[in-house]
Protein backbone atom coordinates (compact mmCIF):
# COMPACT_ATOMS: atom_id res chain seq x y z
CA UNK A 1 0.00 0.00 0.00
CA UNK A 2 1.42 3.04 -0.94
CA UNK A 3 1.56 6.41 1.29
CA UNK A 4 -0.53 7.99 -0.24
CA UNK A 5 -3.51 5.47 0.00
CA UNK A 6 -2.17 4.54 3.69
CA UNK A 7 -3.06 8.60 4.14
CA UNK A 8 -6.10 8.86 2.41
CA UNK A 9 -7.21 5.38 4.37
CA UNK A 10 -6.45 7.15 7.48
CA UNK A 11 -8.48 10.34 6.93
CA UNK A 12 -11.37 8.06 5.99
CA UNK A 13 -11.46 6.34 9.05
CA UNK A 14 -11.13 9.64 11.04
CA UNK A 15 -14.25 10.93 8.97
CA UNK A 16 -15.94 8.11 9.37
CA UNK A 17 -15.50 7.67 13.39
CA UNK A 18 -17.06 11.56 13.31
CA UNK A 19 -19.99 10.94 11.23
CA UNK A 20 -20.80 8.14 13.48
CA UNK A 21 -20.01 9.83 16.61
CA UNK A 22 -22.94 12.09 14.97
CA UNK A 23 -25.06 9.74 14.17
CA UNK A 24 -24.96 8.23 17.54
CA UNK A 25 -25.48 11.83 19.47
CA UNK A 26 -28.40 12.33 16.83
CA UNK A 27 -30.11 9.05 17.27
CA UNK A 28 -30.23 9.23 20.83
CA UNK A 29 -31.41 13.16 20.29
CA UNK A 30 -34.36 11.82 18.48
CA UNK A 31 -34.53 9.39 20.86
CA UNK A 32 -35.37 11.50 24.21
CA UNK A 33 -37.32 13.84 21.88
CA UNK A 34 -39.88 11.06 20.79
CA UNK A 35 -39.78 9.80 24.72
CA UNK A 36 -40.67 13.10 25.79
CA UNK A 37 -43.58 13.47 23.02
CA UNK A 38 -44.94 10.82 23.85
CA UNK A 39 -44.46 11.41 27.30
CA UNK A 40 -46.33 14.91 26.62
CA UNK A 41 -49.07 12.81 24.87
CA UNK A 42 -49.89 10.03 27.85
CA UNK A 43 -50.02 13.54 30.00
CA UNK A 44 -52.28 15.18 27.53
CA UNK A 45 -54.84 11.83 27.17
CA UNK A 46 -54.91 11.97 31.08
CA UNK A 47 -56.05 15.31 31.24
CA UNK A 48 -58.37 14.92 28.35
CA UNK A 49 -59.54 12.23 30.30
CA UNK A 50 -60.14 14.37 33.12
CA UNK A 51 -61.65 17.20 31.41
CA UNK A 52 -64.14 14.79 29.38
CA UNK A 53 -65.33 13.37 32.97
CA UNK A 54 -65.71 16.38 34.74
CA UNK A 55 -67.43 18.19 31.38
CA UNK A 56 -69.51 14.70 31.54
CA UNK A 57 -70.60 15.18 35.31
CA UNK A 58 -71.42 19.33 35.00
CA UNK A 59 -73.92 18.46 32.39
CA UNK A 60 -75.72 15.81 33.93
CA UNK A 61 -76.34 18.87 37.21
CA UNK A 62 -77.40 21.03 34.25
CA UNK A 63 -80.46 18.81 33.39
CA UNK A 64 -83.42 18.20 36.01
CA UNK A 65 -82.93 14.66 35.99
CA UNK A 66 -83.43 13.93 39.81
CA UNK A 67 -81.54 12.50 42.18
CA UNK A 68 -81.64 9.15 41.24
CA UNK A 69 -80.68 9.33 37.93
CA UNK A 70 -77.93 11.75 38.43
CA UNK A 71 -76.02 9.85 41.08
CA UNK A 72 -76.20 6.85 38.87
CA UNK A 73 -74.63 8.47 36.46
CA UNK A 74 -72.24 10.35 38.62
CA UNK A 75 -70.99 7.03 40.03
CA UNK A 76 -70.76 5.50 36.28
CA UNK A 77 -68.55 8.34 34.97
CA UNK A 78 -66.25 7.79 38.28
CA UNK A 79 -66.15 4.19 37.34
CA UNK A 80 -65.18 4.65 34.12
CA UNK A 81 -62.71 7.89 34.81
CA UNK A 82 -61.01 5.50 37.37
CA UNK A 83 -60.86 2.48 34.97
CA UNK A 84 -63.25 0.25 37.44
CA UNK A 85 -64.46 -2.75 37.34
CA UNK A 86 -67.90 -2.08 39.00
CA UNK A 87 -69.16 0.29 41.44
CA UNK A 88 -71.86 0.64 43.62
CA UNK A 89 -74.11 3.95 45.36
CA UNK A 90 -76.57 3.70 48.37
CA UNK A 91 -79.04 6.39 49.72
CA UNK A 92 -78.61 6.86 53.53
CA UNK A 93 -81.85 8.46 55.13
CA UNK A 94 -82.63 8.77 58.68
CA UNK A 95 -79.50 6.77 59.62
CA UNK A 96 -80.16 3.73 57.19
CA UNK A 97 -79.29 2.57 54.09
CA UNK A 98 -82.54 2.91 52.07
CA UNK A 99 -81.60 1.71 48.23
CA UNK A 100 -78.16 0.47 47.15
CA UNK A 101 -77.41 -0.14 43.48
CA UNK A 102 -74.57 -2.52 42.17
CA UNK A 103 -73.49 -1.02 38.66
CA UNK A 104 -70.85 -3.14 36.13
CA UNK A 105 -70.77 -6.25 37.45
CA UNK A 106 -73.52 -9.30 37.48
CA UNK A 107 -71.41 -10.66 40.93
CA UNK A 108 -73.43 -9.53 43.42
CA UNK A 109 -70.81 -7.73 45.81
CA UNK A 110 -72.22 -7.72 49.28
CA UNK A 111 -73.32 -4.98 50.87
CA UNK A 112 -71.67 -2.68 53.46
CA UNK A 113 -73.01 -1.55 56.55
CA UNK A 114 -73.62 1.86 57.72
CA UNK A 115 -70.60 1.81 60.03
CA UNK A 116 -68.23 1.10 57.65
CA UNK A 117 -69.34 4.43 55.65
CA UNK A 118 -69.55 6.24 58.91
CA UNK A 119 -65.73 4.80 60.13
CA UNK A 120 -64.54 6.17 56.73
CA UNK A 121 -66.16 9.65 56.89
CA UNK A 122 -64.90 10.30 60.03
CA UNK A 123 -61.55 10.31 58.81
CA UNK A 124 -61.53 11.77 55.44
CA UNK A 125 -64.08 12.93 52.59
CA UNK A 126 -62.86 10.72 50.12
CA UNK A 127 -60.23 7.64 50.31
CA UNK A 128 -58.99 4.51 48.91
CA UNK A 129 -59.21 1.61 51.17
CA UNK A 130 -57.73 -1.50 50.48
CA UNK A 131 -60.82 -3.99 50.95
CA UNK A 132 -58.29 -6.76 52.93
CA UNK A 133 -58.95 -3.69 55.79
CA UNK A 134 -62.36 -2.99 55.28
CA UNK A 135 -63.45 -6.13 57.96
CA UNK A 136 -65.96 -7.77 55.90
CA UNK A 137 -64.74 -11.63 54.99
CA UNK A 138 -67.56 -12.01 52.22
CA UNK A 139 -66.79 -9.11 50.64
CA UNK A 140 -63.20 -10.39 50.24
CA UNK A 141 -63.80 -13.60 49.13
CA UNK A 142 -66.26 -12.29 46.30
CA UNK A 143 -63.38 -9.43 45.31
CA UNK A 144 -60.82 -12.26 45.05
CA UNK A 145 -62.60 -14.06 42.76
CA UNK A 146 -63.51 -10.87 40.92
CA UNK A 147 -59.14 -9.95 41.41
CA UNK A 148 -61.13 -6.35 42.58
CA UNK A 149 -58.81 -5.43 45.79
CA UNK A 150 -59.33 -1.88 46.42
CA UNK A 151 -62.59 0.11 46.27
CA UNK A 152 -62.64 4.65 46.47
CA UNK A 153 -65.45 6.15 48.37
CA UNK A 154 -66.92 9.33 47.27
CA UNK A 155 -69.55 10.91 49.60
CA UNK A 156 -72.42 13.09 47.98
CA UNK A 157 -73.68 15.70 50.91
CA UNK A 158 -76.12 17.95 50.66
CA UNK A 159 -76.42 20.63 53.56
CA UNK A 160 -73.48 19.19 55.42
CA UNK A 161 -74.74 15.59 55.82
CA UNK A 162 -73.66 12.88 53.56
CA UNK A 163 -76.60 11.12 52.06
CA UNK A 164 -75.21 8.85 48.84
CA UNK A 165 -71.74 7.47 49.53
CA UNK A 166 -70.43 6.08 45.77
CA UNK A 167 -67.82 2.63 46.31
CA UNK A 168 -65.70 2.43 43.27
CA UNK A 169 -64.10 -0.88 42.66
CA UNK A 170 -60.73 -1.28 41.54
CA UNK A 171 -58.74 -4.33 40.23
CA UNK A 172 -55.51 -5.33 40.88
CA UNK A 173 -52.90 -3.40 38.83
CA UNK A 174 -55.30 -0.52 37.57
CA UNK A 175 -53.31 2.16 38.59
CA UNK A 176 -53.81 5.79 38.82
CA UNK A 177 -52.36 9.30 40.54
CA UNK A 178 -53.43 9.90 43.70
CA UNK A 179 -54.15 13.71 42.81
CA UNK A 180 -57.05 12.31 40.26
CA UNK A 181 -59.47 10.96 43.49
CA UNK A 182 -59.63 15.29 43.65
CA UNK A 183 -61.30 15.38 40.33
CA UNK A 184 -64.19 12.87 41.73
CA UNK A 185 -64.33 15.47 44.89
CA UNK A 186 -64.86 18.33 42.33
CA UNK A 187 -67.18 16.37 40.75
CA UNK A 188 -69.06 14.82 43.51
CA UNK A 189 -69.01 18.74 44.96
CA UNK A 190 -71.20 19.40 41.61
CA UNK A 191 -73.96 16.95 42.70
CA UNK A 192 -74.12 18.25 46.25
CA UNK A 193 -74.32 21.69 44.10
CA UNK A 194 -77.58 20.37 42.18
CA UNK A 195 -79.28 19.00 45.08
CA UNK A 196 -79.36 21.06 46.92
CA UNK A 197 -80.22 23.77 44.59
CA UNK A 198 -83.36 21.17 43.63
CA UNK A 199 -83.83 20.97 47.06
CA UNK A 200 -84.09 24.99 47.70
CA UNK A 201 -86.33 25.21 44.87
CA UNK A 202 -88.64 22.58 45.89
CA UNK A 203 -89.00 24.64 49.35
CA UNK A 204 -89.46 27.69 47.57
CA UNK A 205 -92.16 25.79 45.88
CA UNK A 206 -93.64 24.41 48.86
CA UNK A 207 -93.76 27.75 50.84
CA UNK A 208 -95.56 29.30 47.38
CA UNK A 209 -97.79 26.99 47.75
CA UNK A 210 -98.47 27.32 51.26
CA UNK A 211 -98.58 31.17 50.80
CA UNK A 212 -101.04 30.74 48.32
CA UNK A 213 -103.64 28.34 50.30
CA UNK A 214 -102.95 30.28 53.17
CA UNK A 215 -104.42 33.58 50.91
CA UNK A 216 -107.31 31.59 49.35
CA UNK A 217 -108.21 30.71 52.97
CA UNK A 218 -107.97 34.43 54.21
CA UNK A 219 -110.16 35.43 50.74
CA UNK A 220 -112.33 32.73 51.25
CA UNK A 221 -112.82 33.86 55.09
CA UNK A 222 -113.25 37.27 54.01
CA UNK A 223 -115.77 36.70 51.29
CA UNK A 224 -117.98 34.77 54.45
CA UNK A 225 -117.60 37.10 56.79
CA UNK A 226 -118.89 39.80 54.73
CA UNK A 227 -121.29 37.43 53.62
CA UNK A 228 -122.80 36.87 57.60
CA UNK A 229 -122.51 40.50 58.25
CA UNK A 230 -124.41 41.02 55.23
CA UNK A 231 -126.99 38.95 56.17
CA UNK A 232 -126.55 39.73 59.87
CA UNK A 233 -127.92 43.23 59.13
CA UNK A 234 -130.14 42.23 56.45
CA UNK A 235 -131.32 39.82 59.10
CA UNK A 236 -131.93 42.76 61.49
CA UNK A 237 -133.36 44.69 58.91
CA UNK A 238 -135.89 42.08 57.92
CA UNK A 239 -137.06 41.20 61.75
CA UNK A 240 -137.83 45.68 61.56
CA UNK A 241 -139.93 45.40 58.43
CA UNK A 242 -141.91 42.18 59.74
CA UNK A 243 -142.34 43.86 62.75
CA UNK A 244 -143.89 47.01 61.32
CA UNK A 245 -145.72 45.37 58.85
CA UNK A 246 -147.52 43.04 61.08
CA UNK A 247 -149.22 44.99 63.15
CA UNK A 248 -151.32 47.15 60.08
CA UNK A 249 -151.26 43.95 58.28
CA UNK A 250 -152.67 42.52 61.19
CA UNK A 251 -155.84 44.90 61.49
CA UNK A 252 -156.28 45.25 57.53
CA UNK A 253 -157.07 41.95 57.45
CA UNK A 254 -159.48 41.52 60.39
CA UNK A 255 -161.50 44.78 58.95
CA UNK A 256 -160.98 43.13 55.54
CA UNK A 257 -162.60 40.15 56.45
CA UNK A 258 -165.19 42.31 58.60
CA UNK A 259 -165.40 44.39 55.63
CA UNK A 260 -166.28 41.08 53.64
CA UNK A 261 -169.01 39.97 55.68
CA UNK A 262 -171.00 43.23 55.67
CA UNK A 263 -170.59 43.51 51.49
CA UNK A 264 -171.91 40.15 51.17
CA UNK A 265 -175.11 41.33 53.69
CA UNK A 266 -175.25 44.33 51.91
CA UNK A 267 -175.18 42.68 48.53
CA UNK A 268 -177.99 40.09 49.46
CA UNK A 269 -180.46 43.54 50.80
CA UNK A 270 -179.61 44.83 47.46
CA UNK A 271 -180.61 42.26 45.35
CA UNK A 272 -184.15 41.67 47.36
CA UNK A 273 -184.32 45.45 47.05
CA UNK A 274 -183.86 45.15 43.60
CA UNK A 275 -186.34 42.28 43.21
CA UNK A 276 -189.03 44.04 45.40
CA UNK A 277 -188.61 47.28 43.32
CA UNK A 278 -188.72 45.21 39.94
CA UNK A 279 -192.27 43.81 41.33
CA UNK A 280 -193.85 46.78 42.36
CA UNK A 281 -194.82 50.41 40.98
CA UNK A 282 -194.43 53.12 43.53
CA UNK A 283 -192.22 56.17 43.90
CA UNK A 284 -189.34 54.18 45.81
CA UNK A 285 -189.25 51.63 42.75
CA UNK A 286 -189.36 53.55 40.35
CA UNK A 287 -186.38 55.74 42.06
CA UNK A 288 -184.28 52.20 42.96
CA UNK A 289 -185.24 51.50 39.16
CA UNK A 290 -183.50 54.14 37.94
CA UNK A 291 -180.51 53.73 40.08
CA UNK A 292 -179.77 50.34 39.49
CA UNK A 293 -180.42 51.43 35.51
CA UNK A 294 -177.80 54.13 36.10
CA UNK A 295 -175.30 52.00 38.57
CA UNK A 296 -176.05 48.62 37.47
CA UNK A 297 -175.67 47.39 40.99
CA UNK A 298 -175.60 43.54 40.02
CA UNK A 299 -172.45 43.81 38.45
CA UNK A 300 -171.22 46.63 41.13
CA UNK A 301 -171.29 43.68 43.80
CA UNK A 302 -170.20 40.90 41.49
CA UNK A 303 -167.39 43.49 40.97
CA UNK A 304 -167.01 44.15 44.78
CA UNK A 305 -166.38 40.02 45.02
CA UNK A 306 -163.80 40.20 42.13
CA UNK A 307 -161.98 42.73 44.11
CA UNK A 308 -162.21 41.45 47.53
CA UNK A 309 -161.08 38.49 46.36
CA UNK A 310 -158.10 40.02 44.78
CA UNK A 311 -157.66 41.76 48.02
CA UNK A 312 -157.76 38.31 49.63
CA UNK A 313 -154.61 37.13 47.39
CA UNK A 314 -152.98 40.22 47.76
CA UNK A 315 -153.24 40.09 52.06
CA UNK A 316 -152.11 36.46 51.96
CA UNK A 317 -149.06 37.26 49.87
CA UNK A 318 -148.02 39.85 51.94
CA UNK A 319 -148.73 37.50 54.92
CA UNK A 320 -146.37 34.93 53.62
CA UNK A 321 -143.91 37.71 52.97
CA UNK A 322 -143.83 38.82 56.63
CA UNK A 323 -143.59 34.92 57.85
CA UNK A 324 -140.39 34.69 55.46
CA UNK A 325 -138.91 37.94 56.32
CA UNK A 326 -139.69 36.89 60.01
CA UNK A 327 -137.98 33.63 59.19
CA UNK A 328 -135.11 35.08 57.62
CA UNK A 329 -134.56 37.03 61.04
CA UNK A 330 -135.21 33.60 62.95
CA UNK A 331 -132.30 32.23 60.89
CA UNK A 332 -129.97 34.21 63.38
CA UNK A 333 -131.21 32.85 66.75
CA UNK A 334 -129.78 30.02 68.42
CA UNK A 335 -129.57 26.81 67.13
CA UNK A 336 -131.00 24.08 70.18
CA UNK A 337 -132.46 19.99 69.81
CA UNK A 338 -131.98 17.28 67.30
CA UNK A 339 -133.43 15.51 64.75
CA UNK A 340 -132.94 12.43 61.99
CA UNK A 341 -132.60 14.15 58.39
CA UNK A 342 -133.66 11.71 56.41
CA UNK A 343 -137.06 11.52 58.30
CA UNK A 344 -137.00 15.61 58.36
CA UNK A 345 -136.71 15.13 54.31
CA UNK A 346 -139.05 12.69 54.63
CA UNK A 347 -142.09 14.84 55.93
CA UNK A 348 -140.77 17.49 53.78
CA UNK A 349 -141.51 15.73 50.57
CA UNK A 350 -145.11 15.02 51.93
CA UNK A 351 -145.63 18.60 52.16
CA UNK A 352 -144.38 19.56 48.74
CA UNK A 353 -145.63 16.77 46.90
CA UNK A 354 -148.66 18.50 44.89
CA UNK A 355 -145.99 21.04 44.46
CA UNK A 356 -144.15 18.10 42.89
CA UNK A 357 -145.76 15.56 41.56
CA UNK A 358 -147.49 16.76 38.09
CA UNK A 359 -143.19 18.02 36.69
CA UNK A 360 -141.09 16.08 38.28
CA UNK A 361 -139.90 12.45 38.98
CA UNK A 362 -138.19 12.03 42.91
CA UNK A 363 -135.45 9.73 43.04
CA UNK A 364 -134.40 9.35 47.15
CA UNK A 365 -131.04 7.26 47.88
CA UNK A 366 -130.52 8.34 51.62
CA UNK A 367 -127.78 6.68 53.64
CA UNK A 368 -128.83 3.79 55.55
CA UNK A 369 -127.69 5.20 58.68
CA UNK A 370 -130.40 8.06 59.48
CA UNK A 371 -127.98 10.52 61.39
CA UNK A 372 -128.51 13.12 63.80
CA UNK A 373 -128.34 16.40 63.14
CA UNK A 374 -128.41 19.55 65.76
CA UNK A 375 -130.85 21.90 65.27
CA UNK A 376 -134.40 22.92 63.97
CA UNK A 377 -136.11 20.39 61.65
CA UNK A 378 -138.63 22.58 60.57
CA UNK A 379 -135.87 25.19 59.41
CA UNK A 380 -133.97 22.69 57.75
CA UNK A 381 -137.15 21.25 56.36
CA UNK A 382 -138.00 24.65 55.25
CA UNK A 383 -134.51 24.96 53.26
CA UNK A 384 -135.15 21.73 51.49
CA UNK A 385 -138.94 22.71 50.70
CA UNK A 386 -137.25 25.56 49.14
CA UNK A 387 -134.89 23.62 46.82
CA UNK A 388 -137.42 21.03 46.14
CA UNK A 389 -139.95 24.05 45.08
CA UNK A 390 -137.19 25.90 42.83
CA UNK A 391 -135.86 22.48 41.35
CA UNK A 392 -139.66 21.42 40.39
CA UNK A 393 -140.31 25.76 38.71
CA UNK A 394 -137.28 25.32 37.13
CA UNK A 395 -138.83 22.46 34.68
CA UNK A 396 -139.27 23.65 31.24
CA UNK A 397 -141.17 20.03 30.81
CA UNK A 398 -140.83 17.70 33.27
CA UNK A 399 -137.62 16.12 34.48
CA UNK A 400 -135.93 14.50 37.70
CA UNK A 401 -135.20 15.37 40.63
CA UNK A 402 -132.58 13.54 42.99
CA UNK A 403 -131.82 14.01 46.10
CA UNK A 404 -129.38 12.08 48.14
CA UNK A 405 -128.09 11.55 51.79
CA UNK A 406 -124.61 10.48 52.80
CA UNK A 407 -122.52 10.62 55.68
CA UNK A 408 -119.09 11.45 56.04
CA UNK A 409 -116.20 12.72 58.17
CA UNK A 410 -118.68 14.34 60.94
CA UNK A 411 -120.97 15.68 58.08
CA UNK A 412 -123.92 14.71 56.45
CA UNK A 413 -123.80 16.13 52.80
CA UNK A 414 -127.41 16.12 51.12
CA UNK A 415 -127.53 16.83 47.50
CA UNK A 416 -130.46 18.00 45.60
CA UNK A 417 -129.90 17.34 41.81
CA UNK A 418 -132.26 18.80 39.13
CA UNK A 419 -132.68 18.56 35.30
CA UNK A 420 -134.38 21.37 34.32
CA UNK A 421 -133.36 24.39 32.83
CA UNK A 422 -130.25 25.11 34.55
CA UNK A 423 -128.78 29.19 35.53
CA UNK A 424 -125.82 31.56 33.72
CA UNK A 425 -123.02 31.79 35.95
CA UNK A 426 -124.19 35.53 36.03
CA UNK A 427 -127.52 34.23 37.88
CA UNK A 428 -125.54 31.60 39.95
CA UNK A 429 -123.65 34.59 41.43
CA UNK A 430 -126.77 36.46 43.01
CA UNK A 431 -129.03 33.46 44.04
CA UNK A 432 -128.38 33.82 47.74
CA UNK A 433 -128.70 37.35 47.73
CA UNK A 434 -132.07 38.45 49.53
CA UNK A 435 -134.54 39.31 47.09
CA UNK A 436 -132.84 38.17 43.93
CA UNK A 437 -135.44 36.76 41.78
CA UNK A 438 -136.12 35.54 38.13
CA UNK A 439 -139.49 34.87 39.04
CA UNK A 440 -142.42 37.17 37.80
CA UNK A 441 -143.85 39.25 39.86
CA UNK A 442 -146.09 37.87 42.14
CA UNK A 443 -143.99 34.24 41.86
CA UNK A 444 -141.05 34.44 43.73
CA UNK A 445 -139.50 36.97 46.85
CA UNK A 446 -136.28 35.61 46.08
CA UNK A 447 -136.20 35.23 49.59
CA UNK A 448 -135.82 31.35 49.27
CA UNK A 449 -132.18 30.52 49.38
CA UNK A 450 -131.27 33.51 51.50
CA UNK A 451 -132.92 32.49 53.90
CA UNK A 452 -131.83 28.83 53.85
CA UNK A 453 -128.04 30.15 53.42
CA UNK A 454 -128.65 32.02 56.85
CA UNK A 455 -129.96 28.69 58.37
CA UNK A 456 -127.68 26.76 57.10
CA UNK A 457 -124.90 28.62 57.87
CA UNK A 458 -126.58 28.73 61.87
CA UNK A 459 -126.44 25.24 61.86
CA UNK A 460 -122.57 24.98 61.60
CA UNK A 461 -123.09 23.75 57.70
CA UNK A 462 -122.39 25.41 54.41
CA UNK A 463 -124.03 25.06 50.58
CA UNK A 464 -123.11 25.16 47.74
CA UNK A 465 -124.67 25.09 44.01
CA UNK A 466 -123.25 23.75 40.61
CA UNK A 467 -125.26 24.70 37.48
CA UNK A 468 -124.95 24.12 33.98
CA UNK A 469 -127.60 25.83 31.30
CA UNK A 470 -130.09 23.14 29.88
CA UNK A 471 -128.48 20.75 31.94
CA UNK A 472 -129.43 21.29 35.55
CA UNK A 473 -128.51 22.19 39.19
CA UNK A 474 -127.32 20.53 41.81
CA UNK A 475 -127.05 22.08 45.64
CA UNK A 476 -124.75 20.99 48.15
CA UNK A 477 -125.28 20.83 51.22
CA UNK A 478 -123.42 19.62 54.81
CA UNK A 479 -124.54 19.77 57.93
CA UNK A 480 -122.27 18.39 61.17
CA UNK A 481 -123.71 15.31 62.62
CA UNK A 482 -124.48 15.51 65.99
CA UNK A 483 -122.56 13.61 68.34
N1 LIG B 1 -132.98 24.57 40.85
C1 LIG B 1 -132.88 25.75 40.23
N2 LIG B 1 -132.77 25.81 38.87
C2 LIG B 1 -132.66 27.00 38.25
N3 LIG B 1 -132.66 28.20 38.88
C3 LIG B 1 -132.79 28.21 40.22
C4 LIG B 1 -132.90 26.99 40.96
N4 LIG B 1 -132.98 27.31 42.27
C5 LIG B 1 -132.93 28.66 42.34
N5 LIG B 1 -132.82 29.22 41.12
C6 LIG B 1 -132.70 30.64 40.80
O1 LIG B 1 -132.41 31.33 42.00
C7 LIG B 1 -133.33 32.39 42.19
C8 LIG B 1 -133.49 32.66 43.67
O2 LIG B 1 -134.13 31.56 44.30
P1 LIG B 1 -134.88 31.80 45.67
O3 LIG B 1 -135.40 30.50 46.15
O4 LIG B 1 -134.00 32.57 46.58
O5 LIG B 1 -136.04 32.78 45.28
P2 LIG B 1 -137.30 32.45 44.37
O6 LIG B 1 -137.51 31.00 44.25
O7 LIG B 1 -137.17 33.24 43.14
O8 LIG B 1 -138.44 33.06 45.25
P3 LIG B 1 -139.22 32.32 46.47
O9 LIG B 1 -138.24 31.38 47.06
O10 LIG B 1 -139.64 33.39 47.34
O11 LIG B 1 -140.34 31.61 45.82
C9 LIG B 1 -134.56 31.92 41.47
O12 LIG B 1 -135.37 33.00 41.11
C10 LIG B 1 -133.98 31.20 40.26
O13 LIG B 1 -133.64 32.12 39.25
MG1 LIG C 1 -137.42 29.70 46.00
Not at 16 to 30: F, P, Q, T
Not at 94 to 118: A, E, F, H, R, T
Not at 334 to 340: I, L, P
Request: proline fraction near 2%; include cysteine; glycine fraction near 6%.
Amino acid sequence: MSDAYKAAYEREKIARLAAEKLLDEKSREVQSSIEMIHYQFNDLMSQKKESDYLLAVSRLTQTDQGLKKSVHDYTTESMKFLNAKCSRYSYISDGKIVISNLIGSDDQLPKLGLNVYQDIYKKDDRSTVMISELNSPELLGVSMVLGINRVVFLPIKSFGKVNTVCEIYLSEGVDFKPEVLDQCQVAGFQISAMLERSADQKELEKSYQEIKLSHDKIKQAQAQLVQSEKMASLGQLAAGVAHEINNPIGFVTSNFSTLKEYSHVLAEYFSHAVQLAEQSDNEISSVMKKMDEKENFKFLFSDIKNIMDDCDDGLLRVKEIVANLKSFARSDEEVTGEFKINQCIENTIKVVWNELKYKARLHKDFDENDCSVKGHEGQIGQVIMNMLVNAAQAMEADGDIYIQTRAQDGFVRITIRDTAKGMPQSVMDKIFDPFYTTKGVNEGTGLGLSISHGIIEKHGGNVSVESEEGVGTCFIINLPIAD
